[in-house]
């Protein structure tokens, strides 16, 4: 069976092969000043990458707006993506397969040692492809952040080390708001639990259970909490407008 891990590399190698498609020579009409086929190729190239860049770090007008963006600085955070998505996928494009084949080796070294099939070399193996593979990991990591800081650079800091803790916290698949603060793994548990709680009761049609609701309002009642939940009801709708323009364009 091939290892999650696994899948998740060759799906985003996937997606970055769509995006290494050769450019396309830009050609513009002197006489008319319209743009040519050739100028729409080019661009749905950029918007293509573009989006597949901002997926892949996570960056959406929702993060931005929890984070405290208005609309100018979503669209310069878009003009940066558009100068920074090609190189990153490009990286990643060179990584993803590396990264893919460590875990094969990784995973097939493991095997051969649970099942008691390997080799003295072998068993030594292990440990340096186990290395091998979360240097590589790592790296691909490191060019994401890397790609993330130029282009949240113009952002001030109070919204660039919001969104920073939004795009770390976001795969937690909370509602937005509580992803703009850290918490410890016993606090998220905590959330976590009276959230889904919360769901089930709803579900059912069940009233309110008070030790999960106490929970949420403490929660709630954070000041970071209560900031990004406002930042995302009056500005959301504005952001996510301004964003797929700034994209699309």
Not at 167 to 181: E, I, M
Not at 211 to 228: C, H, I, N, R
Request: hydrophobic letters at 45%; charged letters at 20%; a positive charge.
């Amino acid at each position: 069976m091939q290892h999650p891990r696994l899948w998740l590399f060759r799906s985003a190698s996937a997606i970055l092969a769509l995006a290494g498609v050769a450019a396309v020579t830009l050609q513009t009409s002197s006489a008319t000043g319209q743009q040519t086929p050739s100028d729409a190729a080019e661009r749905a190239v950029q918007v293509r990458q573009m989006r597949q860049a901002a997926a892949l770090i996570g960056l959406t007008p929702e993060a931005l707006a929890v984070s405290g963006c208005n609309e100018a600085q979503a669209r310069a955070v878009a003009a940066a993506l558009r100068a920074e998505a090609g190189a990153l996928l490009d990286r990643l494009a060179q990584l993803d397969p590396q990264i893919a084949a460590a875990g094969d080796r990784l995973h097939d070294l493991k095997w051969r040692v649970q099942t008691g099939r390997a080799t003295t070399p072998q068993v030594r193996e292990r440990s340096e492809a186990a290395q091998a593979h979360d240097t590589l990991t790592q790296q691909r990591g490191a060019a994401i952040r890397s790609s993330l800081s130029r282009i949240t650079e113009t952002l001030p800091a109070v919204q660039s080390t919001t969104l920073a803790r939004v795009l770390r916290n976001q795969g937690r698949s909370l509602p937005l708001q509580y992803a703009a603060t850290d918490r410890d793994p016993a606090a998220w548990a905590r959330l976590q639990n009276a959230l889904e709680t919360r769901r089930a009761r709803t579900r059912a049609n069940a009233g309110a259970d008070a030790y999960s609701a106490s929970v949420l309002a403490a929660f709630d009642a954070d000041p970071e909490v209560v900031a990004a939940h406002e930042n995302l009801t009056l500005r959301g709708q504005q952001l996510r407008a301004a964003w797929e323009e700034a994209v699309s364009r």
